[in-house]
């Protein structure tokens, strides 16, 4: 954690308004002053607070989606609290410490030794000395005038951006957990690159967020001025807890003219047990504006964690040119529920959007996806195409597909295919019968039909991905 | 007449399976010794394939009686990947499509796993592919098949060459090949036969399961095997094949009771 976030959250409580509350985790329940607490206790400028108590406002007067494919049971929203101090992780001092189940994971995963350690909460110095890393990383982005740091350092020290694009994208009433988010979020991530300027690395969560516990609702900003560039990658594959079952994110990302921002994520929360118990309800809100001409929004996920995920990442496509892309991968085994697909609005002329969304399931879990394509009476010269791919492990999963188009424009140009097919008994035998196991012959059958998506991860990504289903899926078959 | 130190490698006694509660296996003897080729011949649905399928280890069948002792082991005492690398090939009659993965990288696989059993030494993709390569100029096969994915979109043809390709590559010590002859164009026969010959050892044996005669004139039985109804109910030599050609199948049986094998 910054050492400015550091000394405002520790700073005497001085506002005055609820001053019952002296603790570091707030009571229970959501209201004004709740608000007004967590706003405070970040030290943030009456504007941010002004964006908080909107949010607020408007997320009373919503109801909780009913549409998406998914069942859980009501969530209690005031049996929550919405705010704790930030704390470090707890430090272990060596590896032996380390939970061997989590270990054999790493393993498995192959997860390089190093970051093994800094994913375990091992204190880095113990295990290799290059606690460097992240300070060089920051140093090679500040020079060439990138801004990488959580959100609450943003909203102190480059408020004026924040001011800008934040609730740009996702506005605050936008729907029930996007509002919750903007009412209560805690923290998260701001990128900014300007004009002209091609991010030299991948911008990874990794080296921001390892030294404290991400936030329930985390908030993530991405702004890329015109000509700018940047791939960001989200999240890793080893795998996370948390004790929070609920989790709200937003995230933004503005592309202006010839801009180009990547989004990748793997999410391997905790799905719950092999019953369905206990695992992270994911309800996230992620949107890329391409705003001006020939900008291009791209994203990728692998989606293999949670009990429930419920997430449309989704372009608007308001430049003339812009180019809108999402490359997809959810698996569910077990009792997880997915509902996942994108939203590609055309509005600029000439926009194009590609949708790849391929949907594994396994055990008795569903999988959905659900796709809009809208293409606005501005948008001549549109084009989409979705290509949207089930595949079906045992007879005991769902598959659903919701595609939904609406073309106003006669010019555009919309295609959409789907399939579905299954890992049958009769393919498994064929790899069998050339010395190949089940678990060897799933995860190639896995691979190649998710190909076209890891395709577009970062190398390392891709390699870790695909181990990760295999792993996902391990034991789902035979 | 039994080969000169030959020894035996297959030998099936009472074999019963069934498959969804139906019984298709009703007693089946075979014994087959290395450096032999044997055709097995009869009518559509006498359970040739099924005999393959259980000697190969297909979980949909189940053994119900009998016994099979492949190089002396219990046959049952493996599941089908070890089977594999032990040695029994089997080269489907209907080959499965298998979309997405590559042929090169499938075969790479199969290869080196059985080369890792063998303990010989594995190949890198590098050197698979050179290696591959020259297994498909033997079968007269363009390359471009590795890059498909395995039997993705070939013809019925294409299919069967890729499944002798994988015999080629595999060496196995007892290879069943289930109609591999049908669907084969007349080039392409003499061609995949010639391979098959050519893999042809003293120490391996062939099954052959066929329904004409023009393929065992390329790959000449030592013995020839006629099934019905779940058993084999004659057999005999090469001869017997071109007696099944004139005569049709209705004759066999009502001469003599079944005779095992060899
Ligand atoms: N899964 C199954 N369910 C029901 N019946 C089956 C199944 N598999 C095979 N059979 C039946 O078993 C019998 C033997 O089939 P098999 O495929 O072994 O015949 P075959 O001798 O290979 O015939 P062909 O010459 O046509 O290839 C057939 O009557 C077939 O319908
Ligand atoms: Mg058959």
């Known amino acids: 954690m910054s050492a400015v976030l550091q000394n405002l959250v520790n700073q005497p409580y001085k506002h005055g308004f609820v001053t019952e509350i002296e603790s570091d985790i707030a009571p229970k329940g959501l209201n004004e002053d709740i608000i007004k607490l967590i706003s405070a206790k970040k030290g943030e400028p009456a504007w941010m607070l002004d964006f908080r108590l909107k949010a607020y406002y408007q997320w009373l007067k919503m109801d909780e989606p009913k549409w998406p494919n998914v069942k859980y049971p009501k969530i209690d929203f005031q049996a929550i609290s919405y705010y704790a101090a930030p704390k470090p992780k707890k430090k272990l001092s060596s590896m032996d410490e380390v939970d061997p189940e989590l270990l054999r994971t790493f393993e498995k995963l192959g997860v390089p030794m190093h970051e093994r350690a800094a994913l375990a909460g091992v204190a880095v110095d113990v295990i290799f000395d290059s606690v460097s890393v992240a300070t060089t990383y920051k140093q090679k982005l500040a020079e060439v005038g990138i801004i990488f740091c959580s959100i609450s350092e943003a909203v102190q020290m480059h408020p004026e951006l924040v001011r800008q694009y934040l609730g740009t994208v996702v506005p605050v009433g936008d729907n029930y957990y996007a509002a919750l988010n903007s009412a209560v979020f805690t923290d998260g991530t701001f990128c900014f690159i300007p004009k002209g300027v091609q991010c030299p690395m991948d911008l990874s969560t990794y080296f921001r967020i390892n030294t404290e516990e991400s936030g329930q609702f985390e908030r993530t900003l991405i702004v890329a001025e015109e000509g700018a560039s940047v791939s960001y990658l989200e999240g890793c594959t080893a ?41 992270i309800y994911n309800f996230v809100t992620k949107r890329g504006l391409a705003k001006g001409t020939n900008s291009r929004i791209s994203w990728t996920q692998v989606e293999t964690g949670s009990a429930i995920t419920w997430k449309y990442p989704s372009c608007i496509l308001q430049g003339d040119n812009s180019v809108g892309e999402f490359y997809s991968v959810a698996v569910t085994n077990n009792y997880q529920q997915a509902d996942t697909g994108t939203k590609m609005i055309h509005i600029g002329k000439n926009t194009r959007s590609t949708i790849v969304s391929k949907g594994i399931s396994s055990g008795h879990s569903n999988n959905s996806y659900r796709g809009l394509v809208r293409i606005a009476p501005t948008a001549a010269g549109a084009r989409n195409y979705s290509q949207c791919d089930s595949m079906l492990i045992g007879d005991k999963c769902g598959a659903h597909t919701f595609p939904y188009i609406q073309v106003r424009n006669q010019e555009a140009k919309v295609e959409h295919e789907a399939s579905t097919s299954k890992i049958g008994e009769d393919q498994l035998f064929y790899f069998a019968q050339r010395g190949i196991g089940s678990e060897e012959a799933v995860s190639m059958i896995i691979n190649g039909f998710c ?19 295999g792993f996902k899926l391990e034991g789902s078959v035979g | 007449m039994i080969r000169e130190g030959s020894r035996i490698l297959l030998e099936v006694r009472g074999l019963r399976a069934v498959v969804n509660g139906i019984e298709i296996l009703k007693g089946i003897d075979l014994t087959v010794r290395s450096g032999e080729v044997h055709a097995i011949m009869g009518t559509n649905g006498s359970g040739k394939s099924t005999f393959a399928k259980v000697l190969a280890g297909h979980s949909a069948y189940q053994v119900t009686g009998g016994s099979v002792l492949f190089e002396g082991r219990d046959l049952f005492d493996l599941s089908p990947e070890e089977r594999a690398r032990a040695g029994v090939f089997l080269a489907f009659q209907y080959p499965i499509e298998i979309p997405g993965v590559a042929n090169s990288h499938f075969l790479r696989l199969a290869y080196n796993t059985v080369q890792a059993q063998r303990g010989k030494e594995e190949l890198d993709p590098l050197e698979f592919e050179d290696f591959v390569r020259d297994k498909m100029k033997l079968l007269e096969m363009n390359p471009e098949f590795l890059d498909r994915g395995v039997n993705e979109g070939f013809s019925g043809g294409e299919k069967k060459r890729n499944e002798i390709l994988q015999m080629a590559l595999l060496e196995p010590r007892l290879a069943i090949l289930d109609e591999t002859d049908s669907g084969l164009d007349i080039d392409a026969l003499r061609i995949v036969t010639t391979g098959v010959n050519k893999l042809s050892t003293a120490d391996n044996a062939i099954i052959l399961v066929t329904h004409y005669q023009r393929m065992l004139n390329y790959i000449v039985p030592d013995f020839v095997h006629v099934m019905r109804a779940g058993q084999i109910i004659k057999t005999g030599g090469k001869e017997l094949a071109l007696d099944l050609e004139t005569r049709g199948y209705d004759w066999v049986g009502a001469e003599q009771p079944a005779m095992a094998g060899a």
């Open chain 1, 451 to 469: 190909k076209d998506v890891f395709q577009q991860l970062p190398m390392e990504f891709a390699v870790e991905a695909t181990k990760l289903l």
């Open chain 1, 239 to 279: 795998p996370k807890f948390d004790t929070n079952q609920l989790h709200a994110a937003v995230v933004e990302l503005v592309a202006l003219d010839n801009a180009d921002i990547k989004y990748s994520t793997v999410q391997n929360w905790y799905a719950g047990d092999e019953n369905g118990l206990g695992g």
